[in-house]
């Protein structure tokens, strides 16, 4: 299979795992002999830079001609002043508004031996298994009016929540769909106790779930949600819900998995071209400035966003479950990096945990 992807490492320690994923691309290559064809590009802080814009809009168009999209991670202190007119998040809210990628997957699984890396119990987060479907092109993260103005009574500032029935329907479906592959349990989570839109998405959500009477769907308060989250998160099986709260509820759940290192995601669309279905990969990790260029970053996250796009855009199932299966190896063989290593254990840097996993994706 020969596949056009779109590689775009970003900022901070971006451009490190992104390196890390393609390793072990590269090596699935070899291994079933697959030619990936890959393109880079600039992007975020590194765009501003060299450009004057995070997204340049011939990137968003090689990105259109593309099969998939690997994306880093962007931003970083330098970039950061809140008057600046562009900012590195741009490029990843251009990107995913740009290609139409209104639902973003976020699983959260526990693997087994990583139940104490965690700051929560390892009774409470053993055999977690969620995936949060956050809707992604709408909401408040792009509703008009948008805008901070004067007024001779001080500043004020407007952001609006607004969504179609069609904008909630149809990433609803996806979160029925998927339910219906695994433990049959939707939760939609919403604020209907005080806001107008989110009374529409509940209702929408009643409607979309006449369609699937085999899932048991449950509406849960964005509030609700957050506590029952760290309380008894393996009672869940798949979220779905509004842009803002699903940022905000992913950075929570990615506690459980003991590092947000080890957490990939996927944004689809509905663009279907050539049998594939485009999407972009990301970690939910940002760009860590911190420990940007020092070799800590976990790369895992980045591998199995890879792994995502294996299954989701290409089809290719036996070897995205080859990757997470190299992953499973590494861990149990004991390598970690300084994310989820326990105190005094042997840390390996990001290319030596890449170098593992990759070998491991040549043997499992
Ligand atoms: C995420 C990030 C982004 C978001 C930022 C970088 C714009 O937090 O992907 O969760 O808010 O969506
Ligand atoms: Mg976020």
Known sequence: MRTNIMVLPGDGIGPEVTAEGVKALLAVGRRFKHDFALQEDIVGGASIDKFGVALRPETLERCRQCDAVLFGAIGGPKWDNPAAL?????????LRKGLRLYANLRPVKVAPFLVDAGPLKAETVRGVDIVV??????????????RRWRTAAGRRAVDTLRYTEQEVARVVRVGFDLARLRRKKLTSVDKANVMESSRLWREVT???????????LEHMLVDACAMHLIRRPADFDVIVTENLFGDILTDEASVLAGSMGMLPSASLGAGVRRGRRMGLYEPIHGSAPDIAGQGKANP???????????????GL???????????????EQGYRTADIA????????TTAMGDRIAEAIGSV
């Open 206 to 216: 009643n409607e979309v779930a006449k369609e699937y009477p085999d899932v048991a």
């Open 86 to 94: 562009v900012r590195p998040e741009d490029a990843i809210l251009g």
């Open 300 to 314: 895992i996250a980045m591998v199995l966003s890879m792994a995502m796009m294996l299954r989701l855009s290409f």
């Open 133 to 146: 479907i956050r809707e992604l092109t709408g909401g408040i993260y792009f509703g008009k009016p948008k």
């Open 342 to 349: 326990n105190e005094g254990a042997p840390v390996l840097t």
């Open 317 to 331: 199932e036996n070897e995205a479950a080859c990757v997470e299966r190299a992953v499973t190896r590494v861990l």
